[in-house]
């Protein structure tokens, strides 16, 4: 199977798991949530930013709110979310950036993206799929672990984030990218974990590089 089928037969067995492909990040459509959020979730659960960004966010409501913030107050809020420090100087920076660069409005092209303190193409690709509804692929640890274990990048073996990112990107529809993204990431939090697969119980298992090669090997 070419690797675009087998992108195709990926993406339309997740969709139909997983009809509703949902960021778990509480974000409530905001995009600067989100750009705070997806900096906070950096070595931190998804579950634990959710937690600790409602008071955040009731006293830093916006870019502009942000930027006049000291990082050490800041860093009092996200302080469970590890790496208060330097995610707090971020949080302001980025605030800055966006008010007297963007008129407070958070960008949406990659390139500006990448300029705001903090943000990486994993952070910049999460903005442009789920608020400006660009193709993009958020290269997490789920994608890039799974997608790899599929065949759909490499020979199996995990690629880096950002070469994970361009080979998926050929190979899966663009309007397809942000949500396939979502579904791998609940799929490996419910199926396909990194040290115990449910294989047995895979829709996935018959089309996947790494099962088939075991049960080769055997």
């Given at each position: 199977m070419k690797k675009t089928e087998l992108a195709s037969e990926v993406v339309s067995r997740l969709r139909k798991k997983y009809p509703s492909a949902e960021c778990a990040l509480r974000y409530e459509g905001d995009p600067f949530r989100l750009l705070v959020m997806g900096r906070l979730s950096a070595q931190c659960t998804d579950a634990r930013v959710n937690i600790v960004c409602p008071a955040l966010f009731a006293a830093y409501p916006d870019a502009y709110a942000m930027a006049e913030a000291d990082p050490a107050d800041v860093g009092r809020y996200i302080f469970s979310c590890g790496l208060y420090n330097s995610k707090a100087r971020?949080?302001?920076?980025?605030?800055?950036?966006?008010v007297s660069?963007?008129?407070?409005?958070?960008?949406?092209?990659?390139?500006?993206?990448?300029?705001?303190?903090?943000?990486?193409?994993?952070?910049?690709?999460?903005?442009l799929g789920d608020i400006?509804?660009?193709p993009a692929i958020v290269a997490d640890t789920h994608c890039i672990r799974i997608s790899a274990r599929l065949g759909l990048v490499g020979d199996g073996k995990p690629l880096s984030p950002e070469?994970?990112?361009r080979e998926l990107s050929g190979i899966v529809e663009p309007r397809e990218q942000a949500d396939l993204c979502h579904r791998l990431v609940m799929f490996?939090?419910?199926?396909?974990?990194?040290?115990?697969?449910?294989?047995?119980?895979?829709?996935?298992s018959d089309i996947c590089k790494n099962?088939?090669?075991t049960e080769q090997s055997k």
């Open positions: 971020d949080l302001v920076g980025m605030s800055q950036r966006i660069v963007y008129g407070g409005k958070v960008p949406d092209t990659m390139e500006d993206l990448l300029t705001l303190p903090g943000v990486g193409r994993k952070i910049a690709n999460l903005i400006y509804d660009k070469k994970t990112e490996g939090r419910e199926v396909c974990s990194a040290r115990s697969p449910r294989c047995d119980s895979c829709i996935l099962r088939l090669d």
